[in-house]
């Protein structure tokens, strides 16, 4: 039996993907959670053998959620849903010791298919967004200048991303004209839409 613990924010999804595996012979999910911050507690506690997680979740992120599983359980295999196909996150993912990366708007019978596949000791990759992520390259963003960009993403001034931060604003001005200039763009606004589009932030 493969045990499998399930982290999407949604609840309509989550429940959705509770009972389509419910289905499936040979799967069981012992734990669905909603935010990231949950995933850790949760799978210490049922042990699962597959961690479908979702990138985007409250708390913390399903990449860093994944970076953690496999510190402290390395025998959980995880597989990445994920509504964008970005092809930074996937770089992020692998390097996350990531088995399997799944859009979400992927067949039943392609996840299910994963999730057998990686729970024998396989990887389930899309292989257009394989070639996407080798054309894209890793961010050429420091972890700052992410940060920074990210914050500036949710609307938030120059000021308030140091005081978040605990950077001066010229500091931040800083790894914004940093930020633009790594990604080509003309202007802030245009920095955060090139680094999400390319999974960087």
Same mark, same amino acid.
């Given at each position: 039996?493969?045990?499998?613990?399930?982290?999407?924010?949604?609840?309509?999804?989550?429940?959705?993907?509770?009972?389509?595996?419910?289905?499936?012979?040979?799967?069981?999910?012992?734990?669905?959670?909603?935010?990231?911050?949950?995933?850790?507690?949760?799978?210490?506690?049922?042990?699962?053998?597959?961690?479908?997680?979702? =990138?985007?979740?409250?708390?913390?992120?399903?990449?860093?959620?994944?970076?953690?599983?496999?510190?402290?359980?390395?025998?959980?295999?995880? =597989?990445?849903?994920?509504?964008?196909?970005?092809?930074?996150?996937?770089?992020?993912?692998?390097?996350?010791?990531?088995?399997?990366?799944?859009?979400?708007? &992927?067949?039943?019978?392609?996840?299910?298919?994963? =999730?057998?596949?990686?729970?024998?000791?396989?990887?389930?990759?899309?292989?257009?967004?394989?070639?996407? %992520?080798?054309?894209?390259? &890793?961010?050429?963003?420091?972890?700052?200048?992410?940060?920074?960009?990210? =914050? &500036?993403?949710?609307?938030?001034?120059?000021?308030?991303?140091?005081?978040?931060?605990?950077?001066?604003? &010229?500091?931040?001005?800083?790894?914004?004209?940093? %930020?633009?200039?790594?990604?080509? %763009?003309?202007?802030?606004?245009?920095?955060? $839409?090139?680094?999400? $589009? %390319?999974?960087?932030?």
């Amino acid at each position: 039996m493969i045990r499998i613990l399930i982290a999407e924010d949604m609840p309509i999804i989550r429940k959705a993907l509770v009972a389509l595996l419910a289905l499936e012979p040979g799967l069981q999910v012992v734990a669905d959670v909603g935010r990231g911050d949950e995933i850790m507690p949760a799978a210490l506690d049922v042990r699962p053998g597959i961690a479908l997680l979702d =990138i985007d979740l409250p708390g913390i992120s399903g990449l860093d959620a994944a970076e953690e599983l496999h510190r402290h359980l390395p025998d959980c295999k995880i =597989i990445i849903l994920t509504g964008l196909g970005r092809p930074g996150n996937l770089l992020r993912a692998l390097s996350a010791h990531v088995r399997g990366f799944v859009v979400k708007d &992927a067949p039943v019978e392609t996840l299910v298919d994963g =999730i057998r596949r990686v729970a024998a000791g396989g990887r389930v990759v899309d292989p257009d967004l394989v070639a996407a %992520a080798l054309d894209t390259g &890793a961010s050429p963003l420091t972890t700052r200048e992410a940060d920074v960009l990210r =914050i &500036a993403g949710d609307g938030h001034s120059t000021v308030q991303i140091g005081r978040m931060l605990s950077l001066s604003p &010229a500091t931040v001005r800083n790894y914004l004209s940093n %930020a633009i200039a790594k990604t080509g %763009a003309r202007n802030r606004i245009g920095a955060i $839409r090139a680094a999400e $589009r %390319a999974g960087w932030i």
